[in-house]
């Protein structure tokens, strides 16, 4: 079954600082999609980005990029330029795209991230 | 707006009261489902469903009972509440199984506290 760790479940970061949270997957499956959801206070699930396993190059939106190691089945999110807004709940998942359970998404438990003014 | 619609947003229940959570979604997405978040323990699948008609367990099911009747509608039901059932509660949908590129989009969250 697949599994999805972070290792990390407080992290800290000046503002305007780069900041980058860890994510690992355990999958037998050779084609998959991995995700970041950001959940601030409010509790709402926003996704922050989205990786396909056929696409070796990372994926990037605005201040936030991946680096997706495929074989290593690591995938870490990177934050830029961080802002108070970043502060939240980070979740990394991975979707199943094959089987019966296709469409489900396995989550990580969690980093949460705190910014510093 | 459009998207995933749940009801209600707070509820505090009794050990062995039944009640059930609302998740409507006016997208017409063919997969609907439901997950719990316990603090430490990330979003944790309940039950799922492809169409009307056709509903599966994911990986906490156990206490959870649910029907798809019409493609807006996902319905999770407790039969018995329990103490062990305080969550917050997710309901999400895609529009299809099709492509894996789809996203989720996910309701508000209820908070449910069983005493």
């Known amino acids: 079954a697949q599994t999805v760790t972070q290792s990390q479940p407080e992290m800290s970061v000046q503002e305007a600082e780069t900041v980058t949270l860890s994510c690992t997957y355990d999958t037998s499956e050779s084609d998959y999609y991995l995700f970041w959801y950001k959940q601030p206070p409010s509790r709402q699930m926003i996704l922050v980005i989205r990786q396909e396993a056929y696409k070796q190059q990372n994926a990037t939106e605005n201040r936030f990029s991946v680096n997706f190691q495929k074989a290593a089945k690591s995938f870490s999110l990177k934050i830029s330029d961080s802002q108070l807004g970043d502060a939240a709940m980070y979740f990394c998942?991975?979707?199943?795209?094959?089987?019966?359970?296709?469409?489900?998404?396995?989550f990580g438990k969690g980093t949460k991230l705190s910014v510093k003014p | 707006n459009a998207g995933v619609t749940q009801t209600p947003k707070f509820q505090v229940l009794k050990t062995g009261q039944s009640m059930t959570l609302q998740c409507a979604q006016d997208?017409?997405?063919?997969?609907m489902s439901w997950y719990r978040q316990d603090p430490g323990m990330g979003l944790r699948l309940i039950h799922y469903s492809v169409g009307a008609g056709i509903t599966d367990q994911g990986e906490v099911p156990n206490g959870y009972n649910v029907s798809r009747s019409t493609t807006e509608d996902f319905p999770l039901r407790l039969l018995s509440a329990a103490p062990s059932q305080t969550s917050v509660y997710f309901c999400a949908s895609n529009p299809s199984l099709g492509s894996g590129a789809n996203v989720l989009t996910f309701g508000a969250g209820s908070r449910l506290t069983v005493l």
């Open positions: 998942a991975y979707r199943i795209t094959f089987g019966g359970s296709q469409g489900n998404l396995i």
């Open positions: 997208m017409n997405h063919e997969y």
